[in-house]
């Protein structure tokens, strides 16, 4: 599966909506912090899965 946060073909992950994150990246996530550099990132890519997910209904 491809991974929306990192954009590599993972084998484990979990469904996010209709995105796909893998079991890496999940782990960043809930390590990461509001003041870490990657939160940003982060919380960037989660906002443009949740208005892809808009956009298909
Ligand atoms: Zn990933």
Redesign the pocket.
Known sequence: MY??????N?KE?IKFLNAH??????N?ITKTRVEDAEYEYYMYTIKNILKECQTNY
Do not use: F
């Open positions: 991974c929306s946060v990192c954009r590599e993972k992950g994150i893998c079991k890496d990246c999940l960043a």
